[in-house]
């Protein structure tokens, strides 16, 4: 049997919080900011949850973080 790896990638990306929830950057925030209003980006500050429909994804991209 191989070894079961973590994705690289996921491990960068993504944080598991105690209770068992994802945390995750937001998307879009990273450029061509200009053309994007002020209020668009003050509602891209922070970190939010991955959505529970993508858990499954994370539980195999993070095998090791008990999901």
Not at 28 to 40: A, D, V
Not at 50 to 67: D, K, R
């Given at each position: 049997?191989?070894?079961?790896?973590?994705?690289?990638?996921?491990?960068?990306?993504?944080?598991?919080?105690?209770?068992?929830?994802?945390?995750?950057?937001?998307a879009?925030?990273?450029?061509?900011?200009?053309?994007?209003?002020?209020?668009?980006?003050?509602?891209?500050?922070?970190?939010?949850n991955?959505?529970?429909?993508?858990?499954?994804?994370?539980?195999?991209?993070?095998?090791?973080?008990?999901?």
């Open positions: 049997m191989p070894k079961m790896k973590t994705k690289s990638s996921a491990k960068k990306r993504f944080r598991v919080r105690p209770g068992g929830t994802v945390k995750r950057g937001q879009f925030k990273r450029h061509i900011l200009t053309k994007k209003s002020t209020k668009n980006k003050r509602h891209l500050r922070g970190a939010v991955v959505h529970e429909t993508n858990m499954g994804h994370m539980a195999q991209m993070l095998p090791f973080a008990g999901l």
